[in-house]
C-alpha cells in the first residue's frame, strides 16, 4: 500500500451519518435546528448569568464555563456538516483533521474535569454553606477552570500529534462523523497496537477518576441531603443535584462507549449515532436540564423579559 501523508495537501473524506442515513436531507435539518437550538440556549444562559447578579456565585460560574464548552463543542461539528451536505461531499483536510481532533479532544476532557468540579460545589454548597463562599473564592473557582482547560489541552495536543504521526494509506475514508482517534486509527498502515492500549489506559484514567470524584462528592451530598431537617431545603437540593446527575450521566454514557469499549463492540453506524449525540444532542440538552428546572435561571430570565 502506498504511503499517502507524507504531504499535508491530501483529504480524508468523512463517511457520517448522512452518509449512511436513507433521508440525508432531514438528518441535516435535524443537527441544524439542534445547532441553532444550542447556540440560542447556551447563548442565552451565558447572558443570564452575565447580567443578574443573583446568579453571580460559583455554581452558575462553573455552569457558564459548562455552557461555553457546549457551545463551542458543537460549533466545531454541526456548521461544517451542513456545508458539507449544501456541498454534496465531506471531506477534510490533514491539517483540518488534525485541528479538529484537538478541539473535540480538548473540549470533552475540559468538560470531564470541570464536572468533577461541578460536583465538588455541590458538595461544598451542602455540606459547609456557612464557609461555601470561603471554599469557593473566585481564585479557587478560576484555578478550577484553568486545570480543566490546560489538563484537556495538554491530553489533546498529546493524542492529537501521536495519532497525526502514523503513516495513512490510500484508503482515505472514515467512516466516522468527525476525525477522532478510534476510526482515524483504522486508516493507519502501521502497527498501532500499543497504542490502542495506551489510548484505552488513558481513556479510562482521564474519564473513571473524575467520575470516581462525582460519585464520592454525590454520595456525601446525597447523605447530607436526606438528613436535612427542612423538607423544602431538601427538595431544593435534590432538584440540583438531580440536574447535573442528569448531566454526568448523558456525558459519561456516550464517552465511556466511545473511548472505553474495546473495539470489536464498536460498529461505524452505532459509533456516528453517538457522535451525534455527544456532539450535537447532549450541548443542546444540557442549558434546557439546569435552566427549565431552576427557579433562579427562570426568575432571571423573567427580569430580562420584563426589561424588553
Known sequence: MEFWNTTLENTFFLIGILQDSKFPGLVCATITFLYLVAMISNGLLLLLIAMDKQLHVPMYFLLSQLS??????????????????????????????????????????????????????????????????????????????????????????????????????????????????????????????????????????????????????????????????????RQKALLTCSSHLTVVGLYYGAAVFMYVLPSSYHNPQQDNILSMFYTVITPTLNPLIYSLRNKDVLGALKKLLEKG
Not at 461531499?89 to 464536572?115: H, K, P, R, V
Not at 455540606?127 to 480543566?148: D, E, G
Not at 482515524?184 to 477518576?209: I, R
Open 68 to 233: 461555553l464548552m457546549d457551545l463551542l463543542f458543537t460549533t466545531v461539528i454541526s456548521p461544517k456538516t451542513l456545508v458539507d451536505y449544501l456541498h454534496g461531499q465531506s471531506t477534510i483536510s490533514f491539517l483540518g483533521c488534525g485541528f479538529q481532533m484537538f478541539l473535540i479532544l480538548t473540549l470533552g476532557g475540559a468538560e470531564d474535569i470541570l464536572l468533577a468540579f461541578m460536583a465538588y460545589d455541590r458538595y461544598v454548597a451542602i455540606q459547609y454553606p456557612l464557609n461555601y463562599m470561603v471554599f469557593m473564592r473566585p481564585k479557587v473557582c478560576w484555578s478550577m477552570v484553568a486545570t480543566s482547560w490546560l489538563l484537556a489541552s495538554l491530553n489533546s495536543l498529546i493524542h492529537t500529534t501521536y495519532t497525526m504521526h502514523f503513516p495513512f494509506c490510500r484508503a482515505r475514508e472514515i467512516h466516522h462523523l468527525l476525525c477522532e482517534i478510534p476510526p482515524l486509527l483504522k486508516l493507519a498502515c502501521a502497527d498501532t497496537t500499543k497504542y490502542q492500549f495506551m489510548v484505552y489506559t488513558m481513556g479510562v484514567t482521564f474519564l473513571f477518576l473524575p467520575l470516581s470524584a462525582i460519585l464520592a462528592s454525590y454520595t456525601l451530598v446525597l447523605t447530607a441531603v436526606f438528613h436535612m431537617p427542612s423538607t423544602q431545603g
